[in-house]
């Protein structure tokens, strides 16, 4: 049976970062992926800030960044709009995927596709993982396996997990007529249960797509057709889930670790994963070379509490995720005379303060708001 020093399981941004990282020191890394093909099918709409890359490390590279983009525009009720001009990037997951795994492998990780884990098993101090090929040991393993993770419930670490459901179509931009390609359109409505529809504009593309917990196709075809984009011309239909709430013990157990979507680190009111995937692998990874450096497996336990303490984890999204979800037209309305025509920057507490006094019940309601005030602030860098 081949050793290694770590064993990751997926080969997304969470397991690519994760992989670079320990190889990159000189141990020795085996990456596995069931997929036969890097990053396919795509199950994203593609966007990212230009902080998440910066946070990680990385820079834009000319062969995955499709767009650049001014920043969100939040369609609201009365042909209102609210803005937060924050650099982001329309990408081609595709070649994004790939390119972080090309990464892994050049610092010595080995890449070994359709390789599906199966089982884990520990003993004495030793993990053994099984696949569909073959089996291999290691002394630590990482589960970066997506929001199915499997990894995650074999070594107990979760107790139930609660999703958004994702559904997106692709257009030719000539096949529809949209008033903007330079913002990335996110529709706030009560149809949307907490979740949102979205018109991101990627060159010669649109994703067009909808996220909620209760989201099924007809949601996608309604807001296409709320749009007047007719849906027999859409280029391709993908659709995937997105953590909501994983209710887990902890993201990590001497010498396992999760990171990633399999750790739910998503964001629960924007639905971006991307960044905080490669952030904590990027830490599972650095935390992981100091525990075999030193072979103290304890040193890794420090994993939990940072990614905790990060933003990312900051109680107030499943807050705010949970107030969105309560939502009707009539508050969306409110929002719309509170927050339209302005760029985040601009909500300060007197513009806030003000138009509260003209609606004395939402007055009631100024926890919940200020609650949405900082979300918004901490998700224009750590939402996508
Ligand atoms: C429709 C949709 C739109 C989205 N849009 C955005 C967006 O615009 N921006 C953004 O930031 N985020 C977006 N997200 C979320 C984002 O795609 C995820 O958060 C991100 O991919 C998480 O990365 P990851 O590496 O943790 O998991 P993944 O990218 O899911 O990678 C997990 C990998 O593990 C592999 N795997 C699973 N099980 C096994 C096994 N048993 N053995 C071996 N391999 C296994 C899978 O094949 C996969 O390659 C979107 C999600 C959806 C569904």
Known sequence: MSEYDAIVIGAGPAGCFTAKEIAEKGFKVLLIDIKKEIGKPVQCAEAITEFALENVGLKPQKKWVVKEIKGIKILLPKNKCFYSTVKCLSINRYLFDNYLADTAVSAGAELKLKTCMKTIKSENNKYTIDTNNNSYSSKIVVGADGYLSKTARILGLLKQREYINAYQYKFNKKDIDFHTDDWLCMTMDEVFHGGYGWVFPRGDEYNVGVGSRDAKLDLLNNYCKSLGFDIKKKKCLNAGKIPYFFDIKKRIIPGAIIVGDAAAMTNPVTGGGIHSAMYSGKT????????????????????????????????????????????????????????????MKDLTYFKSFKTGLKNPRYMLRAGELLAIRKDMQINQKYGF
Not at 299 to 324: A, C, G
């Open 284 to 343: 599972a990874g650095q935390l992981t070379v100091e525990s075999l450096e030193k072979n103290n497996m304890e040193i890794m336990l420090k994993y939990d509490e940072i990614m905790k303490k990060s933003m990312f984890l900051h109680p107030i999204h499943r807050k705010v995720s949970d107030y969105f979800q309560r939502w009707t037209n009539k508050d969306w309305d409110f929002f719309a005379d509170a927050a339209g025509g302005l760029d």
